[in-house]
């Protein structure tokens, strides 16, 4: 409860708040009602003041209550004198039911203070009507500042409007704050004096309102250049008449195409004031003329036929006018500016007008801009060969204006800007062939313009400009839908169009497109794509009508070229049909028949070559695999009874079974067992040089495994003759003399043959062609060379092996060990390599057969070394005894490895990668160990060279095989020497790799290791005997 001595201040507050409110003008309905209350108020207040009223508690919380409201409604009355008028209009609702409040409960306060006054008093009865006015009193914005608070909380939400709606807008907006949407910097100000009010605490809202509010006055406040009817004629000089005012559409203030009259009088673009109407209904208002602001009755829109009239004349001048400038300034002696503006003028007229295009065709306009870009190609800008391409598209869409660009190459020229620097150039470029493509009659002329379809393809696909892919991937869309264009697209890389057409079209439509599939030439990652998708339909197809089988087995064939769709293509099922042509077709005579089998047996040919999948395939119903006996009699049988092509495919199909490593054995032992040694043979003198290429690669393959029945073969066809000449020839082809070469080092030849057939001159040829190869080699070797290299290393060999002197004679005049040797050190084919040191063994092992190794012990001289002897009185000078054999080895000897500083190579390949290498390394330095006689003094030598260390470490690596037992016989031979016995015996690495070939190794491997670990006394047992045992081998870790 209030003292009274507190009345006083209240009533000081009260007339203060009252003061405030009253002492402004304000331009506001709610502020100018709730001041006409206060000022009535103020008039109580002065008579309670003088009254001599009780001041009971009820009127004191009166008092009380009126100071504060009045307190209240003088901070909203704040924003109404300090705030800008839009940020009133902003928050007009918001401050409009705050003073309705502080109104109605002020009212509620007088009654109180009413019952506090005497009866019957002019007092009472003033207090008595404010309080019930107040409190029914109802505070409204008026209709216009209603509408641009929700436009404007519209806007905050992001929506998204078009120019005309700004433009009405921003009318109403002009209208509610008492100015003409004319007169711009007044407008400009207020929302500068709004941004000012919102400071830096604005909210999200009024942050997204105020941005609203200046991009749409950017856009408004920009007026196009008008005349008036004195001065229309004063522009034709700059090659465009403005147009006058009454033609701009006050909501786009562009030019009006169909201006129509509302009911307020006021003349609009129809497509801008029907927008406006349908953002008043969907904002829930009615519609109203935006120029005038006031709510229409009727919203029909009656063309302006005068002002239209006008407007159609306005544009025909200006078109004439645009005609007469182009024609001037469009040439290469016009300066870049006159160009870029005619061009800008045209298209603006294009675009603003399309009803003038017509006018601009007959002009000549098109013809100009195509001579400017074909004889300015090289010498006109990017920029303006922008800006005639966006001409020429506004143009395009008039069909009269796209058929003469056609015919006069304007898609040609729009291919040529797809290639341009520029971003601009290419959308424009493709934006114009787009819009040819949308007609089918245009589709195949683009299509046929040089290199088209790959520049769109490669662009559609280019994930970094999607703007450009869309464009290009519309116009291929609509290139696409003529039949006659899906080969060439397929052509540029794009095959979905051909792909769709192949698996879901019609019989014919499939056979067409299987037929361009044949036909055409298809980069790798063309044919896997196609393959991925097709093949099955391609498959499905073969057990189909004629023309069907022969367009898909020319699909088929040309798909399988690509070694990784042997995969696809297996996988798919294209076997069973392949052998089902070749093996079960009818056999009449026709070319029909012989093209079918012709392309199954290439096709079949194709895949083989590809080992690794094909093998675990079922090939008919009874899942007989290409390698089964079955099968391959079957193509045996076949050869003698087809064309000469299927002759050829169907080698090359044996051939490419035989390659494979799951298939090799049971091929060759197939071949074999049906006779097909003598059937493959004679190809090696076909007539067709690809026949016998192909024979002699089968045979190559197959001596690997069928040496011996080859060479009875060979031997009984007087053929041996044959493959030498055929080897030496040099008519003949890389590849036939290599496999000649090849197929002659895997036979069998006896001792007789080596002198008879091949001839000890043929040493010499070898090893010329050697140097040769040699010289000539660079880089990774081809299968000819290196087939060439492997086969005369292997005819070495049989020479190496012999035993016949003259032959041994013929090795030491050709230095063959010298020759060998180089090859055992640097060459990079683990098989020629192999063969090399084979050959070396081979010549070490000659030694005592050619009885090189005799007794220490010089032999008198005779003949003219007795006479000089008799004469001089001293024996001639004999060569020192070789460490290893204890015999006069010559110096050149080719059958020393010791003389001919082999062992260190041979000790350098014991740590080869390829396990067949060292094993030969193995044998060879193993023959130096063979003789118990000198086998003190030859492991003497060896470890001079570093041979026991390094066998040792081999033999603690390697593991169980056939390495370990030649290694182990190795180790058995130099322990055998007791100093070496004891060195060694206290090596556990060597006792431990001992242990394991006793548990693991094979049966010699076990003996000879007990063997050795006896000597070493590691086993109980004889120590130290020094018996010759029976030799071993082993294989590598």
């Given amino acids: 409860m209030l003292s009274t001595s507190a009345i006083p201040s209240i009533m000081a507050s009260i007339e203060a708040s009252l003061s405030e409110i009253c002492s402004f003008n304000y331009a506001w309905e709610c502020p100018l009602c709730f001041c006409s209350y206060s000022k009535r108020l103020e008039l109580i207040v002065k008579q309670l003041q003088k009254s001599q009223i009780d001041p009971i508690p009820s009127f004191q919380n009166a008092l009380k209550g009126i100071s504060e409201d009045l307190s209240k409604a003088c901070k909203s009355f704040a924003a109404y004198r300090g705030k800008g008028k839009i940020y009133v209009l902003v928050n007009c609702l918001d401050l409009c039911l705050a003073l309705q409040e502080r109104c109605r409960s002020i009212g509620a306060w007088l009654t109180l203070i009413e019952a506090s006054c005497g009866s019957g008093t002019d007092l009472k009865k003033k207090t008595h009507d404010l309080s019930e006015e107040m409190q029914q009193a109802q505070f409204k914005v008026t209709d216009n500042e209603e509408r641009v608070y929700y436009i404007l909380q519209k806007e905050a939400q992001g929506r998204q409007t078009t120019k005309a709606v700004q433009s009405a807008i921003l009318m109403d907006l002009a209208r509610a704050l008492g100015t003409g949407p004319e007169n711009h910097h007044e407008l400009a100000e207020h929302i500068q004096i709004f941004k000012t009010d919102l ?27 008008t005349v008036s009817e004195s001065l229309e004629l004063e522009f034709e000089e700059e090659g465009h008449i403005p147009p006058f005012k009454n033609f701009l559409c006050p909501l786009t203030k562009e030019v009006m195409k169909d201006p129509v009259v509302l009911e307020s009088s006021q003349t609009y673009e129809r497509s801008a004031i029907r927008y406006w109407f349908d953002l008043c209904v969907e904002d829930g208002r009615d519609p109203t003329c935006p120029v005038t602001g006031k709510v229409l009755k009727s919203l029909d829109q009656k063309p302006n036929i005068g002002l239209a009239g006008a407007i159609e004349e306005w544009v025909n001048r200006n078109v004439e006018i645009q005609i007469q400038s182009a024609t001037e300034n469009l040439s290469e002696e016009s300066t870049v500016e006159c160009i870029e503006r005619t061009l800008n003028n045209i298209y603006r007229t ?97 299509a046929s313009e040089k290199g088209a379809l790959v520049l769109l393809t490669t662009m559609a696909g280019n994930l970094e400009h999607p703007a450009l892919a869309n464009l290009a991937e519309m116009t291929l869309q609509n290139l696409e839908k003529v039949e006659e264009n899906v080969p060439q697209l397929a052509a540029a890389g794009r095959f979905q169009p051909l792909l769709v057409r192949l698996c879901e079209g019609t019989e014919d439509v499939k056979i067409a497109m299987a037929s361009v599939v044949g036909t055409m030439t298809l980069a790798n990652n063309g044919k896997e794509h196609v393959a991925r998708q097709g093949s099955k339909v391609l498959i499905r197809m073969l057990s189909s009508k004629p023309d069907a089988r022969i367009s898909s087995l020319q699909a088929l064939y040309n798909l399988s070229g690509l070694d990784d769709n042997a995969t696809i293509l297996v996988d798919a099922g294209v076997l069973p049909p392949l052998i089902d042509i070749l093996f079960k077709e009818h056999k009449a005579v026709n070319s029909t028949f012989t093209d079918v089998q012709d392309l199954a047996s290439a096709t079949l040919a194709h895949v083989v070559m590809k080992a690794g999948h094909w093998e675990l395939a079922s090939v008919d119903r009874d899942r007989h695999s290409m390698q089964s006996e079955f099968i391959i009699h079957g193509l045996l049988r076949l050869i003698s009874d087809v064309s000469p092509n299927c002759q050829l495919n169907l080698l090359q199909i044996l051939y490419g079974i035989a390659s494979s490593p799951q298939a090799a054995e049971s091929a060759a032992t197939s071949i074999k067992s049906g006779n097909g040694i003598s059937i493959i043979t004679p190809f090696l003198e076909h007539q067709e040089i690809e026949h016998r290429i192909s024979a002699f690669r089968l045979i190559s393959i197959l001596s690997r495994r069928l040496g011996q029945a080859l060479s009875d073969e060979l031997r009984g066809t007087n053929k041996l003759a044959l493959l030498k000449n055929t080897l030496v020839d040099s008519n003949n082809t890389t590849e036939e003399s290599s496999e000649a070469a090849y197929i002659l080092s895997n036979l069998t030849i006896s001792d007789d043959e080596v002198k008879t057939v091949l001839g000890t001159s043929l040493i010499r040829w070898i090893i010329s062609r050697l140097k040769d190869q040699k010289r000539s080699a660079s880089g990774r070797g081809s299968r000819p060379s290196s087939n060439m290299a492997e086969g005369l290393m292997g005819l070495l060999l049989h020479f190496t092996k012999s035993t016949d002197p003259s032959i041994l004679d013929a090795i030491q005049e050709n230095r063959l060990m010298g020759v060998l040797l180089g090859y055992v050190s640097v060459s990079p084919n683990p098989r020629v390599k192999k063969r090399a040191t084979i050959g070396l063994m081979h010549l070490s092992q000659s030694l005592r057969a050619r009885g090189m190794a005799k007794d220490s012990e010089p032999q008198p001289p005779s003949g003219l070394c007795s006479s000089l002897m008799f004469i001089c009185g001293k024996p001639p000078l004999v060569a020192p005894p070789c460490l290893v054999h204890y015999a006069s080895c010559e110096e050149d000897s080719q059958f020393c490895l010791l003389k001919a500083n082999a062992i260190k190579p041979l000790v350098e390949i014991l740590g080869d990668e390829d396990t067949s290498v060292q094993i030969a390394a193995v044998e060879a330095l193993s023959t130096l160990l063979s003789n118990q006689d000198t086998l003190k003094g030859a492991v003497d030598v060896l470890d001079k060279y570093g041979v026991l260390e390094a066998v040792i470490d081999l033999f603690v690596e390697v593991r169980p095989g056939e390495l370990q037992e030649k290694v182990v016989w190795m180790v058995d031979k130099i322990i055998r020497v007791d100093h070496y016995a004891q060195s060694y015996s206290v090596d556990q690495r060597l006792v431990k790799a001992l242990v394991e070939a006793l548990k693991y190794g094979n049966a010699t491997t076990k003996r000879l290791a007990q063997e050795v670990l006896t000597n070493l006394k590691q086993l109980s047992g004889v120590g130290g005997r020094n018996s010759n045992q029976s030799q071993g081998r082993r294989d590598y870790r």
Avoid at 405 to 423: K, V
Wanted: charged share 30%; net charge positive.
């Fill in 350 to 446: 294009s675009e603003e007008h399309p009803l003038s295009r017509y006018r601009l065709r007959k002009g000549g306009i098109i013809h100009l801009i195509i001579a400017l870009l074909k004889s300015a190609s090289k010498n006109i800008g990017s920029h303006l060969r922008i800006k005639a391409l966006m001409t020429m598209h506004s143009l395009s869409k008039e069909d009269e204006c796209k058929k003469i660009m056609l015919q006069e190459g304007m898609a040609r020229l729009a291919i040529r800007s797809l290639t341009g620097n520029l971003e601009k150039e290419k959308e424009y470029a493709l934006k114009l062939l787009s819009e040819f493509s949308c007609d089918e009659d245009y589709r195949r002329k683009i």
């Fill in 199 to 225: 400071g830096d605490s604005m909210t999200g809202n009024e942050r997204r309102i105020l941005v609203s509010l200046e991009r749409m006055f950017g856009n408004w406040s920009i007026e196009p250049k």
